[in-house]
């Protein structure tokens, strides 16, 4: 019997499983990083032990630690989460070895699904259908790359111990493999430490699907439905939803029952995700899906499959960790609408989805859908972990109405003091093909640049930043009067390094007329605050010389510095900087080298993803100011670039 919980994980899971726990009557213990003292999962839990600095090889990711924290506090059993230290069996047999309970499958299972090569032998043997691909041991470079001549391009480099989307490469032809299969190689060791790779064939049109099985230990294995992943970034998911749009009752059972077989192959127990690979070219056949590999803990995405069966996985999870038999057979399992998830990331899609890091001044969820969260107001996004920020999730009858709930709840989130994904998320949610259900993964890409590109602000946008910025309503019944005429303001914004003048003119304590960029708009003061042209004025939230207005999305603008105006913009293209915090894995230039606009310069690790940095220019490299190896801030000045017509450019050529 379980009666005090140690959660050996941060952020939204944490709180996510202290939650059920607490409503299961149990004790829940967080572990922290001297970065989370003060952080939300450390507040849900009934007490908290410090484990480390903020590094995770220090502190999360230390066995030895959480360990000795969960035997110092009393703790039964241990909840790994996802990530850290979820998947790793040397982690559940030394947790078995103190004499504690592990919330999750044996340490074989997870190391038979660990290694994607043996993984795919495994399940071939047992009648399971894998994509055709090399999984074999030789790992020179000719053999991989004859691999992949045999395989037929387009192919897929794939660590072997890969996860998370780190670790893959597609490759379009022979000319691109070596130098996809280097940094598939560097990505796979930096995150897993282990850069041993896989080839597979590349499906033109992929799906993802997966299937969330659930075993007990005495022998039950069943599945709770599917969930669709396709929607994808950088192999990384974006936006979830169950069940998957196209789905028969008989494709279904077809891949419920492979998922099945897989994890009795491995004697699993607990909750695990198999994934599968779909052609969507042909829509969803029972011969026609394949497997990618196997989850051996709970997906990030879970809740879709909450919404639609109402079960509580962490529940289950907890439950069989404590011995109970499953508490459905496979014709119980319920399926009622439809629910769709969307990852909120403090991320900038318009720069590749670069992690971004800052403080959160301000955070707001609307009622109707749930939310996972691990953040609050005021709580900074570190650059030493994940970026996520929060799932925002949508259930109802049908496909459509969770969608439409979903998009709508995005419009009305509100954050503000660090750049996210979130608009990119409304205008994923509300694009054609993904509304018809006509998904795979490469819909975000063919979709880029719409989905990219951030509407202009509106005219009632820039009015209410105006209103927010200048406060008529709290200078006074007389304020904005000269004798004979009201007076008129002119309030300076800036948005997207461009200036905007909003003219103010009151006419009266309670009424103002502003006009943004010719257009006029007729504000009225009333109780609940400012009204635009007849309808509640857009929030906005003002923190320092930052406002954010939320008019179906964030906002931003700027007050500028009157005293800075005429300043030097700024830095030219002749400096490389560093777009976030991290280590420049690889500097690719030296000193005196020519470069042609677009041509790799660097490489930085951030979040354990790789990404390149270019030159905005063609031109010559005067210096280079890091070493490879070193830890930089956002903004350092990493390469710089001759000025074009100087005497080092001219040396050069």
Partial sequence: ????????????????????????????????????????????????????PAAPSESYLDAAKVIEAARATGADAIHPGYGFLSENPGFVEAVAAAGLVFVGPPAAAIRAMGLKDAAKRAMAEAGVPVVPGYHGEAQDDDHLEGAAEAIGYPVLIKAVAGGGGKGMRRVADPAGFREALASCRAEARAAFGDDRVLVEKWIESPRHVEVQVFADAHGNVIHLNERDCSLQRRHQKVIEEAPAPGMSPEVRAAMGAAAVRAAEAIGYVGAGTVEFIADGARGLRSDGFWFMEMNTRLQVEHPVTEAVTGLDLVEWQLRVAAGERLPLAQSEVPLEGHAMEARLYAEDPAAGFLPATGRLTHLRFPAGVRVDTGVRSGDTVSPHYDPMIAKVIAHGPDRETSRRRLVQALRATEVAGCVTNLGFLARLADEADFAAGAVDTGLIERAGKALMAEPAPSARAMAAAALAVARPEAAGPQAGFTL??????????????????????????????LVALGVTVAAELRSGGWWLDGSPAPAAHVEGARVTVFDGGPVPFAVPDPLARGAAAGPSGDVVEAPMPGLVRALLVAPGDTVSAGQRLAVLEAMKMEHA???SRDGAVAECLVAEGAQVEAGAALIRLAPEGGPETEAAE
Avoid: C, F, K, Y
């Fill in 484 to 513: 004979w005429a009201p007076l008129l303001h002119e309030v300076r914004l800036l948005h997207a390094g461009e200036e905007i003048v909003v003219g103010l003119s009151m006419g009266g304590a309670d009424r103002a007329q």
């Fill in 1 to 52: 019997m379980i009666r005090r919980l140690l959660i050996a994980n941060r952020g939204e899971i944490a709180v996510r499983i202290a939650r059920t726990a607490r409503a299961m009557g149990l004790e829940t213990v967080a572990v922290h990083s001297d970065a989370d003292a003060g952080a939300l999962h450390v507040a849900a839990a009934d007490r908290a032990v410090r484990i480390g």
């Fill in 613 to 615: 940095l270019a030159a």
